[in-house]
């Protein structure tokens, strides 16, 4: 079996390239400090980072649990970015207050608790929301005092590859000096050409997080991850939801044969999708909002109506204003900073994390950046796998992902087998009448090796670790499938899908 020797391969990894690191000429020196929480941010530090979302705050966090001296500047005046403050964590509170809602008007009879006059409290529910964002936002406020990380609230830009003006939101200005910087700024809501978003009629995702009250009719445009869960918010308080799309497919990274169900569940959920379809007008002189669409591919126009228009067509990397053109910090096509396999730009010194740089434009991959890049500012080894980054749309059911699809597979010309295993026939499921989706595994033929995991279940979010874990030390799906696994849990659905891969399931 693999897993016999997963630790000892891990540890000469390591141990490799930790040798390669100390033999490489890109080497850095400091003047390490501890005990640096008085000093100031116009003092030299070891660490600047402009950016305190989920990249810039965790590579603080580390950096000075590295003995590094550690100033944060971010320009919000709270902390967290736009996945806390915007993003991942309020859509996640909505989804799952309006999941509670669907679930008291449509489900609790299956289960015996008879209730009457269901009513949605949209304040009180927004409140929630609301109140989990102050909390969170507090609590890496007292992580950077605990850690001795010094914040700045204010607009940084570099005026050189040592020195980050800043804006402070007093409307103050002050330099702060760093041996090393590192842009953390994150990404904003790619604009639509020829739609404005005014965050009242048309709005970004942030808008739509905020909506003062329920629209009958909600048009999204953009079948992403971000579109589909707010889409899925609003639809179940009631919204009349249609998704316009451009491509001829919704979530176009997801594997095939799990985006059709996807899809299918969605519409069950009477999500309306308008597939190849690209919107070429926007109205909106009257009460509403006019859509004029025609084919992706051109033909005849049509027209479509809404109280409220979501564009959710994607983000793109902010950069500007923060000095890059001044100091010389090459770009590349799409307008992201070009960077090595240490996270530096051509610019010794400055360096880039997260959705600013190439990768998946996700806060745990942010995290992950942040760790990697200070570990290797402070001598250390740091690694960050693109190809191993979890994806999750967390609407209901779940769907999430790790490694290879079946057509990328099929591109590499990789022999291989899949096994599939039905959430209707694992009896955690069925025990709690919420047994819609499957687990499907992609591995190697010939050495049984994981290639990809994909799951479309409840909490597939969760259930996908266990995945990422395989992959992360190149488990075999024979691995997975003896290991043993607590019963009755949704994950045995995972153990099955396994022993199909390489053998054959016991429970279908």
């Keep these: 079996m693999a897993m016999a020797s997963l630790a000892r391969k891990k540890a000469l990894y390591f141990s490799s390239n930790l040798c390669k690191s100390s033999s490489s000429s890109f080497k850095y020196s400091f003047s390490v400090s501890r005990g640096f929480a008085s000093g100031s941010a116009s003092d030299e530090n ?40 915007v993003g991942c964590i309020p859509s996640k509170a909505l989804l799952h207050s309006s999941h509670m809602y669907h679930e008291a008007k449509h489900a609790f009879a299956n289960h015996g608790v008879k209730v009457s006059n269901v009513e949605v409290d949209l304040p009180a529910m927004l409140g929630q929301k609301d109140k989990a964002v102050s909390n969170l936002t507090r609590g890496i406020e007292g992580l950077f005092k605990k850690n001795k990380v010094t914040y700045v609230k204010g607009y940084g830009k570099l005026i050189s590859p040592s020195e980050v003006s800043v804006e402070t939101v007093e409307g103050e200005n002050t330099v702060v000096k760093g041996k090393n910087i590192i842009i953390a700024t994150g990404s904003d809501v790619k604009p639509l050409p020829g739609v404005t978003i005014d965050e009242k009629k048309i709005v970004s995702s942030t ?8 629209p009958k009719k909600l048009v999204v445009i953009g079948a992403g991850y971000i579109g589909l869960e707010l889409g899925s918010v609003w639809g179940r308080l009631g919204s009349e939801v249609t ?13 095939g044969e799990i985006r059709k169900q996807f899809q299918r569940s969605l519409e069950k959920q009477k999500m309306k999708f308008m597939l190849k379809t690209k919107v070429v007008g926007v109205d909106t002189s009257g009460e509403g909002v006019k859509l004029t669409l025609e084919p992706s591919a051109g033909g005849d126009q049509t027209t479509l109506e809404a109280d409220v228009v979501l ?19 090459e770009m590349d096509k799409m307008g992201r ?23 998946p434009m996700l806060a745990h991959k942010a995290e992950e950046d942040g760790v990697a890049c200070v570990e290797y500012i402070a001598g250390k080894v740091g690694h960050v796998d693109y190809d191993l980054v979890p994806g999750v749309c967390y609407t209901h059911p779940e769907v999430a992902s790790i490694g290879k699809t079946e057509e990328q597979v099929k591109t590499m010309g990789v022999e291989y087998r899949v096994g599939k295993f039905p959430f209707m ?10 047994a819609e989706g499957l687990v499907k595994i992609i591995a190697e033929k010939e ?15 969760e259930l996908i670790h266990e995945a990422v874990l395989a992959l992360q030390y190149g488990a ?3 691995d997975i499938a003896r290991t043993c696994h607590a019963h009755p849990t949704m994950s045995e659905a995972l153990k099955e899908a396994a022993m199909a891969t390489y053998d054959k399931a016991i429970h279908i």
């Design 476 to 478: 075999s799906s024979e």
């Design 311 to 329: 564009v959710s067509a994607g983000r793109a990397p902010f950069t500007a204003g923060l000095g890059l053109d001044e100091i010389g910090v």
């Design 243 to 255: 998704v316009v799309e451009f491509a001829s497919d919704i979530v176009p990274s997801m594997d």
């Design 447 to 461: 050495s049984d090796k994981i290639l990809g995991v994909h799951i479309m279940s409840p909490n597939a979010g």
């Design 46 to 85: 070891d660490v600047v980072i402009i950016g305190g979302g989920p990249g810039g705050y965790v590579a603080a966090i580390k950096a000075a649990q590295l003995g590094l001296k550690t100033t944060c500047i971010e320009k919000r005046g709270a902390l967290g970015g736009t996945c806390l403050n």
């Design 207 to 214: 808008g739509a997080l905020s909506l003062s009250e329920i």
């Design 337 to 359: 900073i070009s960077v090595n396999e240490r996270f530096g730009t051509n610019v010794p010194g400055v360096f880039a994390i997260g959705d600013v740089i190439p990768g």
């Design 425 to 434: 026939a694992n009896s955690r499921a069925k025990a709690i009448d919420n």
